[in-house]
């Protein structure tokens, strides 16, 4: 478990390192969700349609946090993994989400170690719909979610 003690400037850090995720997430989404092909994968292009708007609710209200904090939102996403193959996608999206999953429960942690209650109560409503997409995507590709309780 990482630790959970941050100054306020790393909490804002890492919440800009959250902010390039949810721009990641919302440009993956946007992609993947106009270009899956096939008639198996119809349902679930229409849930990732949902979930780009999703995840720019998220970016929004992580943005709003780092300006509270006296942090500069970044502008800056992390790259996006393009791909033919449907499988691919649905597969890069699922690792992101683990990715996003593993660091929002470090950030409960640390927002409430310096006593951001509410920051943390927001993270905490974004990491139950991430959790949700997570699902989602496990479900597309024919599995369980992972557990990421352990690292």
């Known amino acids: 478990m990482a630790d959970a003690t941050v100054t306020r400037q790393q909490l804002v850090d890492r919440l800009n390192e959250d902010l390039s995720r949810e721009y990641q997430a919302i440009i993956a989404y946007v992609?993947?969700?106009?270009?899956?092909?096939?008639?198996?994968?119809?349902?679930?292009?229409?849930?990732?349609?949902?979930?780009?708007?999703?995840?720019?609710?998220?970016?929004?209200?992580?943005?709003?946090?780092?300006?509270?904090?006296?942090?500069?939102?970044?502008?800056?996403?992390?790259?996006?993994?393009?791909?033919?193959?449907?499988?691919?996608?649905?597969r890069a999206d699922l690792e992101n989400e683990n990715n996003t999953i593993?660091?929002?429960?470090?950030?409960?942690?640390?927002?409430?170690?310096?006593?951001?209650?509410?920051?943390?109560?927001?993270?905490r409503e974004i990491l139950r719909q991430e959790q949700e997409h997570q699902i989602d995507l496990a479900t597309a590709l024919g599995e369980n979610a992972p557990d990421l309780s352990r690292r």
């Not at 429960?105 to 170690?113: D, H, L, S």
């Open 31 to 90: 992609v993947y969700s106009q270009v899956l092909k096939g008639a198996q994968y119809m349902s679930i292009a229409k849930e990732l349609e949902k979930h780009a708007g999703q995840e720019l609710q998220h970016a929004l209200i992580v943005s709003k946090q780092i300006d509270y904090l006296g942090g500069m939102p970044t502008a800056t996403p992390l790259a996006v993994k393009l791909s033919e193959k449907a499988e691919e996608m649905l």
């Open 102 to 123: 593993r660091a929002y429960r470090e950030r409960v942690r640390q927002c409430e170690a310096l006593g951001e209650f509410a920051i943390a109560e927001d993270i």
